[in-house]
């Protein structure tokens, strides 16, 4: 009797991933394949590729969170699959929304009534939020000028030049225009009183920033909103003032409570803040909060007849996902004021260790301040021969990702390296991190200058110079050949013990 | 000897025990500021799952066009790559070359006149909303620049569309100061009619947007049609008005059921094109996508380059940071499932459309609104609105756990209103046939019950025959107790 043996040749999901066919063959990058493939080789395939992403944990290069409880991750699986503006739908989602406007609105101090509703919404990001608070004052300030009889045509915005991109995308995109302030050396902040000097009638707001990007700083918003009000006195244009607490917002009520940033002051009119940074969920959320309805002109309000119910919305976004809004939720009711307190404490403290850790190498200058949102940006003492981008790209090697970048006009010519303390960042690892730069430090010492380098420093020199730079580099190229010699042979004197 | 016990510390001890045997199960939830204490992980994982088990089920959710499942392969993708902020371009390099296949794969998709291994024009945004508003904004722009150099007015943009288009369209209009001229829709007739849409046509029109799979019926609207008129128009007037297709829907469904139908960048007046990932893309929702025929269609004074954390990075996008879950699983879809793929859980789609849409005719009592050619949706009305409505109708398939919504046409139809059921790639044949079971209980039922006071009052009503009712349905209730009584029902 033969036995048969019913050939499973094309059942390729017995087979090992590795071992089919699906990891010979060229990913498609360009068009769609005519063909399926089994889903356990997609998942290998893809995950694979995604190896040689960094680690997000070891991104210090960013705010916004990389680390939540297991359990967080939990409702955000099991809410992956709902559409967040299904309101009728999903009407606890919605609530949980509006329950932490309300939340973030007493954080900020709003002043609102014993159980009245706060004036917010939920965002992507702090972009989103930016628009949306950008387009109400746009509008508001257009209405109060027709009612005036006066020309609407050129609304304009005053903010430092430290600025994130996202005011440059509402200006350009909204067609406001982009008054700046411009920093100076020492002074990466914008400066209240010159910001003030420069509002004019067709000033739609004054944006301040609670946490600068580049160095952590908390602006001046009191001393803005009491210059304001005098010119506002004076002028009788009423000027408001946006406060951009992308980072600070969930920063500054637990550390510096005293501090009067937020709707205290009478002049803010509406904040937003990331809750993706230090509101401590993963990336896709933001919130505004206005500080009345009289500040969120009606007209931008939709009331919509969306699938059968009456929803009023006021969002760019539509459809996104809800896992973000409910993890939000998640951490404000599991941490409370306090466990926000200790974990700001906490990146506080780290920052503090790892500002003293390089302070102690003597190389450094350290351009944040202590108190602001917990990071560490600083720029080599001497940089002729290496400048802060190669200690960057050095860091990579061990896994850290650290940005090197040039501060804005006119303050160009100021380099630094930024850390940026999350809740995931242990003392632990920022030990590490001081010793790696030691290491790297070490490392560029024995290393000769780069050219370009050089020819960015001697600007206008260079072109005269050519003929100098080129014979310096036969020098220069004898020197790196030699170092690199003399390396290798040290390399190989240590590694008689390895292996 | 006495043993001692120590008394457990009495928060500690509080970790121990059962959640819901602690005072967290007790103690009203915050809801309008932060408590001051902490609570437990635990505690606060199993409050807020409680509380959302109050929500609709996603898949039971007929009113979306937006995915409700994809395989635990992908969702295990899009776990990990949950902490990877999307703009890091610098830091993940692998996510963004990811989102630039994609683009490239759907250019290809809608023949999109790209040479063999030249890269698309095109973005991954969080929805259609954006993608419309970023094409709009290019769109406005191209049309600025073109009036400025040719010296006359660009104040007054103005953006021709049916009545029946999407929210967001209105939005765009409304915060970017574009007008919007809407063509009304007629009984019967409820998409953009291509002939009207031209005429509105004027030298301000930035461009003319038509839509493949209206929300409200799921018809896929002549695009064709609208690119000869215009192209006369064009030639007649020099004004060189661009079209927009909103293909949320459509775009992943056009390709595979009706690869005949010409719809996308064959018609040369079509320069960008937008589609929603989590509709029939087959994603979670949180991603769309906007291609652009070429560059010269995207103006360049939109695109930044910036300084992000050390390296020039060029982005045309209105959010910024987000997650990159969304744009791996689109990847995986699109690879995972290929051309075939794709077609075969299209063409599932119509066929269970197609036996919902029979066993609701077969009942007699409804018109079928939605046409066999689209998107797989089932819009039906009832044939008579006079004693109960398709409101009462959709709030009583709640009670089975069904969610179907019901809503009124857009002017200038408002009279009709409409059940819609969208046939998703997770509603089955067995899904189907429950819920044709459970559409005929609840007309049946209705049928017992007296019609409402609203509905009446639409007709003509007296106070007479409103106690006459009341008597009625007194003894209507009356003989149903009695009959559940006999039938030995508890």
């Given at each position: 009797?033969?036995?048969?043996?019913?050939?499973?040749?094309?059942?390729?999901?017995?087979h090992?991933?590795?071992?089919?066919?699906y990891v010979?063959?060229?990913?498609?990058?360009?068009?769609?394949?005519e063909?399926?493939?089994?889903?356990?080789?997609?998942?290998?395939?893809?995950?694979?590729?995604?190896?040689?992403?960094?680690n997000?944990?070891?991104?210090?290069?960013?705010?916004?969170?990389?680390?939540?409880?297991?359990?967080?991750?939990?409702?955000?699986?099991?809410?992956?699959?709902k559409?967040?503006?299904?309101?009728?739908?999903?009407?606890?989602?919605?609530e949980?929304?509006n329950?932490?406007?309300?939340?973030?609105?007493?954080?900020?101090n709003?002043?609102?009534?014993?159980?009245?509703?706060?004036?917010g919404?939920?965002?992507?990001?702090?972009?989103?939020?930016?628009?949306?608070?950008?387009l109400?004052?746009?509008?508001?300030?257009?209405?109060?000028?027709?009612?005036?009889?006066?020309?609407?045509?050129?609304?304009?915005?005053?903010?430092?030049?430290?600025?994130?991109?996202?005011?440059?995308?509402?200006?350009?995109?909204?067609?406001?225009?982009?008054?700046?302030?411009?920093?100076?050396?020492?002074?990466?902040?914008?400066?209240?009183?010159?910001?003030?000097?420069?509002?004019?009638?067709?000033?739609?707001c004054?944006a301040?920033?609670?946490?600068s990007?580049?160095?952590?700083?908390?602006e001046d918003?009191?001393?803005?909103?009491?210059?304001?009000?005098?010119k506002?006195?004076?002028?009788?244009?009423?000027?408001?003032?946006?406060?951009?607490?992308?980072?600070?917002?969930?920063?500054a009520?637990?550390?510096?409570?005293?501090?009067?940033?937020?709707?205290?002051?009478?002049?803010?009119?509406?904040?937003?803040?990331?809750?993706?940074?230090?509101?401590?969920?993963?990336a896709?959320?933001?919130?505004?909060?206005?500080?009345?309805?009289?500040?969120?002109p009606?007209?931008?309000?939709?009331?919509?007849?969306?699938?059968?119910?009456?929803?009023?919305?006021?969002?760019?976004?539509?459809?996104?996902?809800?896992?973000?809004?409910?993890?939000q939720?998640?951490?404000?009711?599991?941490?409370?004021f306090e466990?926000?307190?200790?974990?700001?404490?906490?990146?506080?403290e780290?920052?503090l260790?790892?500002?003293?850790?390089?302070?102690?190498?003597?190389?450094f200058?350290?351009?944040?301040?202590?108190?602001?949102?917990?990071?560490?940006?600083?720029?080599?003492?001497?940089?002729?021969?290496?400048d802060?981008?190669?200690?960057?790209?050095?860091?990579?090697?061990?896994?850290?990702?650290?940005p090197?970048?040039t501060?804005?006009?006119?303050?160009?010519?100021?380099?630094?390296?930024?850390?940026?303390?999350?809740?995931?960042?242990?003392?632990?690892?920022?030990?590490?991190?001081?010793?790696?730069?030691?290491?790297?430090?070490?490392?560029?010492d024995?290393?000769?200058?780069?050219?370009?380098a050089?020819?960015?420093?001697?600007g206008?020199e260079?072109?005269?110079?050519?003929?100098?730079?080129?014979?310096?580099?036969?020098?220069?190229?004898?020197?790196?050949?030699?170092?690199?010699?003399?390396?290798?042979?040290?390399?190989?004197?240590?590694?008689?013990?390895?292996? | 000897?006495?043993?001692?016990?120590t008394?457990?510390?009495?928060?500690?001890?509080?970790?121990?025990?059962?959640?819901?045997?602690?005072?967290?199960?007790?103690?009203?939830?915050?809801?309008f500021?932060?408590?001051?204490?902490?609570?437990?992980?635990?505690?606060?994982?199993q409050?807020?799952?409680?509380?959302?088990?109050?929500?609709?089920?996603?898949?039971?959710?007929?009113?979306?066009?937006?995915?409700?499942?994809?395989?635990?392969?992908?969702?295990?993708?899009?776990?990990?790559?949950?902490?990877?902020?999307?703009v890091?371009?610098?830091?993940?390099?692998?996510?963004?070359?990811?989102q630039?296949?994609?683009?490239?794969?759907?250019?290809?998709?809608?023949?999109?006149?790209?040479?063999e291994t030249?890269?698309?024009?095109?973005?991954?945004?969080?929805?259609?909303?954006?993608?419309?508003?970023?094409?709009?904004?290019?769109?406005?722009?191209?049309?600025?620049?073109?009036?400025?150099?040719?010296?006359?007015?660009?104040d007054?943009?103005?953006?021709?569309?049916?009545?029946?288009?999407?929210?967001?369209?209105?939005?765009f209009?409304r915060?970017?100061?574009?007008?919007?001229?809407?063509?009304?829709?007629?009984?019967?007739?409820y998409?953009?009619?291509?002939?009207?849409?031209?005429?509105?046509?004027?030298?301000?029109?930035?461009?003319?947007?038509?839509i493949?799979?209206?929300?409200?019926?799921?018809?896929?609207?002549?695009?064709?049609?609208?690119?000869?008129?215009?192209?006369?128009?064009?030639?007649?007037?020099?004004?060189?008005?661009?079209i927009?297709?909103?293909?949320?829907?459509?775009?992943?469904?056009?390709?595979?059921?009706?690869?005949?139908?010409?719809?996308?960048?064959?018609?040369?007046?079509?320069?960008?094109?937008?589609?929603?990932?989590?509709?029939?893309?087959?994603?979670?929702?949180?991603?769309?996508?906007?291609?652009?025929?070429?560059?010269?269609?995207?103006?360049?004074?939109?695109?930044?380059?910036?300084?992000?954390?050390?390296?020039?990075q060029?982005?045309?996008?209105l959010?910024?940071?987000?997650?990159?879950?969304?744009?791996?699983?689109?990847y995986?879809?699109?690879?995972?499932?290929?051309?075939?793929?794709y077609?075969?859980?299209?063409e599932?789609?119509?066929?269970?459309a197609?036996v919902?849409?029979?066993?609701?005719?077969?009942?007699?009592?409804?018109?079928?609104v939605?046409?066999?050619?689209?998107?797989?949706?089932?819009?039906?009305?009832?044939?008579d609105?006079?004693?109960?409505?398709?409101?009462?109708?959709?709030d009583?398939?709640?009670?089975?756990?069904w969610?179907?919504?019901?809503?009124?046409?857009?002017?200038?139809?408002?009279h009709?209103?409409v059940?819609?059921?969208?046939?998703?790639?997770?509603?089955s044949?067995?899904?189907?046939?429950?819920?044709?079971?459970?559409?005929?209980?609840?007309?049946?039922?209705?049928?017992?019950?007296?019609?409402?006071?609203?509905?009446?009052?639409?007709?003509?009503?007296?106070?007479?025959e409103?106690?006459?009712?009341?008597?009625?349905?007194?003894?209507?209730?009356?003989?149903?107790?009695?009959?559940?009584?006999?039938?030995?029902?508890?």
């Amino acid at each position: 009797m033969v036995l048969s043996k019913a050939a499973s040749e094309s059942d390729v999901s017995v087979h090992s991933t590795f071992a089919s066919r699906y990891v010979r063959t060229s990913l498609p990058r360009f068009k769609m394949s005519e063909n399926s493939i089994p889903k356990e080789a997609a998942y290998q395939i893809i995950n694979d590729e995604l190896m040689l992403d960094g680690n997000p944990r070891l991104n210090l290069a960013s705010f916004v969170t990389t680390w939540m409880e297991p359990e967080c991750d939990k409702l955000i699986m099991a809410s992956v699959n709902k559409n967040y503006v299904d309101m009728d739908e999903y009407p606890v989602t919605t609530e949980l929304q509006n329950r932490c406007v309300n939340m973030i609105a007493h954080l900020f101090n709003a002043p609102l009534g014993e159980s009245e509703a706060a004036v917010g919404v939920g965002t992507v990001g702090s972009s989103e939020a930016i628009m949306l608070a950008g387009l109400a004052f746009k509008r508001k300030w257009q209405n109060r000028r027709k009612a005036e009889g006066k020309p609407w045509d050129k609304p304009n915005i005053v903010t430092g030049a430290n600025v994130q991109v996202c005011w440059e995308k509402f200006a350009r995109y909204f067609e406001v225009e982009l008054k700046e302030v411009k920093l100076r050396e020492d002074y990466f902040v914008m400066d209240p009183a010159k910001a003030v000097e420069m509002v004019d009638e067709n000033t739609i707001c004054v944006a301040a920033i609670l946490g600068s990007t580049l160095n952590g700083e908390f602006e001046d918003v009191k001393l803005l909103n009491d210059l304001l009000v005098e010119k506002n006195k004076e002028t009788g244009w009423d000027t408001p003032i946006h406060v951009d607490a992308a980072s600070g917002g969930f920063i500054a009520p637990f550390l510096n409570p005293e501090l009067e940033w937020d709707f205290r002051l009478p002049l803010v009119k509406s904040i937003n803040v990331s809750g993706h940074k230090y509101g401590l969920v993963y990336a896709g959320i933001g919130w505004v909060i206005w500080r009345s309805k009289e500040d969120l002109p009606e007209e931008l309000i939709f009331h919509i007849n969306y699938l059968g119910a009456d929803q009023p919305t006021f969002t760019l976004n539509f459809s996104k996902g809800s896992s973000q809004v409910i993890a939000q939720y998640y951490q404000l009711i599991r941490l409370g004021f306090e466990g926000y307190r200790n974990i700001m404490e906490n990146c506080r403290e780290n920052m503090l260790v790892l500002k003293d850790g390089l302070e102690k190498t003597g190389r450094f200058n350290i351009v944040s301040k202590d108190d602001g949102v917990p990071l560490v940006a600083f720029s080599l003492k001497d940089n002729r021969r290496h400048d802060e981008f190669e200690v960057s790209d050095m860091l990579r090697r061990f896994g850290w990702i650290v940005p090197a970048y040039t501060m804005p006009p006119d303050a160009q010519h100021v380099t630094v390296l930024r850390v940026v303390i999350r809740e995931d960042f242990s003392r632990t690892l920022a030990e590490r991190l001081v010793c790696d730069i030691k290491k790297v430090l070490h490392e560029l010492d024995t290393l000769p200058a780069k050219i370009t380098a050089k020819l960015a420093i001697n600007g206008e020199e260079a072109d005269k110079n050519v003929t100098l730079v080129t014979k310096k580099s036969d020098l220069e190229t004898q020197r790196e050949i030699t170092t690199v010699w003399r390396k290798f042979v040290m390399e190989k004197k240590k590694m008689n013990g390895v292996c | 000897m006495v043993i001692t016990t120590t008394i457990p510390d009495h928060r500690a001890g509080e970790l121990l025990h059962y959640t819901f045997a602690s005072r967290y199960a007790g103690a009203p939830v915050p809801k309008f500021k932060m408590p001051e204490k902490s609570i437990p992980k635990e505690a606060a994982y199993q409050i807020i799952n409680d509380e959302l088990m109050l929500d609709g089920t996603p898949r039971l959710n007929l009113a979306s066009f937006v995915t409700t499942w994809m395989e635990p392969e992908c969702e295990k993708l899009m776990m990990a790559s949950i902490n990877k902020n999307y703009v890091d371009m610098d830091e993940y390099p692998v996510t963004t070359e990811l989102q630039n296949r994609c683009v490239n794969m759907i250019a290809h998709l809608f023949n999109a006149p790209v040479g063999e291994t030249e890269t698309a024009v095109g973005v991954g945004t969080v929805g259609s909303s954006e993608a419309i508003m970023l094409a709009g904004l290019a769109f406005k722009r191209k049309w600025q620049a073109k009036r400025k150099s040719e010296g006359k007015p660009y104040d007054k943009p103005n953006i021709v569309t049916g009545a029946n288009v999407q929210v967001c369209w209105e939005k765009f209009a409304r915060y970017f100061e574009v007008e919007l001229k809407e063509v009304k829709l007629s009984e019967g007739y409820y998409v953009m009619d291509p002939v009207k849409a031209v005429e509105m046509v004027d030298e301000n029109t930035i461009c003319v947007a038509a839509i493949l799979g209206s929300t409200l019926t799921g018809e896929f609207e002549n695009v064709k049609l609208l690119h000869e008129l215009l192209t006369k128009k064009n030639e007649e007037t020099g004004w060189d008005t661009p079209i927009h297709v909103d293909a949320a829907s459509g775009g992943f469904i056009a390709p595979f059921l009706y690869p005949d139908l010409e719809w996308d960048f064959r018609l040369p007046l079509v320069k960008s094109i937008n589609v929603s990932g989590h509709k029939y893309g087959l994603v979670y929702p949180g991603v769309g996508w906007v291609v652009w025929r070429t560059k010269e269609d995207l103006p360049d004074d939109l695109i930044f380059h910036i300084n992000y954390l050390g390296s020039d990075q060029p982005t045309f996008t209105l959010n910024f940071s987000k997650g990159s879950s969304q744009i791996i699983a689109q990847y995986y879809q699109l690879i995972r499932l290929g051309f075939e793929g794709y077609k075969n859980i299209m063409e599932n789609c119509m066929s269970n459309a197609r036996v919902l849409k029979e066993g609701i005719e077969k009942m007699g009592r409804f018109d079928i609104v939605s046409k066999d050619v689209g998107v797989p949706l089932v819009a039906f009305s009832l044939k008579d609105s006079s004693k109960h409505t398709v409101f009462e109708i959709s709030d009583s398939l709640r009670r089975f756990g069904w969610i179907v919504p019901a809503y009124t046409m857009a002017p200038d139809a408002q009279h009709i209103a409409v059940l819609r059921i969208v046939v998703r790639e997770d509603f089955s044949r067995s899904l189907a046939e429950r819920l044709i079971a459970d559409i005929d209980k609840v007309v049946k039922e209705l049928d017992t019950l007296p019609s409402r006071e609203s509905t009446k009052a639409a007709h003509i009503t007296a106070t007479v025959e409103e106690k006459q009712h009341t008597e009625e349905e007194v003894l209507a209730r009356w003989k149903r107790v009695l009959a559940a009584k006999r039938a030995g029902a508890c």
